[in-house]
C-alpha cells in the first residue's frame, strides 16, 4: 500500500503564494499518476491538477494559468505551486496518486491540509 506525507498549507492572503508537497512511499509500486483535489466546505471534492511520470498535466480551468503542479520521479513526490490565490481557492487540499503493484491497480489519498485565503 502506498503512503502519502503532504505538506505546505496554511493562511495566506488574496494574491499570495503557497507550495503544497506530496510524498509517496512503499515497496513495489509503479506510480501511474500523481494530483490534486480539494474540497471546501459544503461541496464536493474537485480536481485541481494531475500530473503523469511523462510529465503530461491536467488542470482544472478555474486554477489555469495561476497553479502548477511537477514532480520529482526520484523523490516520488508532487508538488503544486499556487500563485495569485483567491478566497474562492479556501478548501482542504487532498493529494491522490495512482498506482499498480502486481497488475493491480491502488489509489492513495492523503490525509489533507488546508488552504486559506483571506480577502
Known amino acids: 500500500q502506498v503512503q502519502l506525507e503532504e505538506s505546505g498549507g496554511g493562511l495566506v492572503q488574496a494574491g499570495g503564494s503557497l507550495r503544497l508537497s506530496c510524498a509517496a512511499s512503499g515497496r513495489g509500486f509503479s506510480i501511474n499518476s500523481m494530483g490534486w483535489y480539494r474540497q471546501a466546505s459544503g461541496k464536493q471534492r474537485e480536481l485541481v491538477a494531475t500530473i503523469i511520470p511523462g510529465g503530461a498535466t491536467n488542470y482544472a480551468d478555474s486554477v489555469k494559468g495561476r497553479f502548477t503542479i511537477s514532480v520529482d520521479n526520484a523523490k516520488k513526490t508532487v508538488y503544486l505551486q499556487m500563485n495569485s490565490l483567491k478566497p474562492e481557492d479556501t478548501a482542504v487540499y487532498y493529494c491522490?496518486?495512482?498506482?499498480?503493484?502486481?497488475?493491480?491497480?491502488?489509489?492513495?489519498w492523503g490525509q489533507g491540509t488546508q488552504v486559506t485565503v483571506s480577502s
Open positions: 491522490c496518486v495512482d498506482s499498480s503493484r502486481n497488475y493491480l491497480q491502488y489509489r492513495a
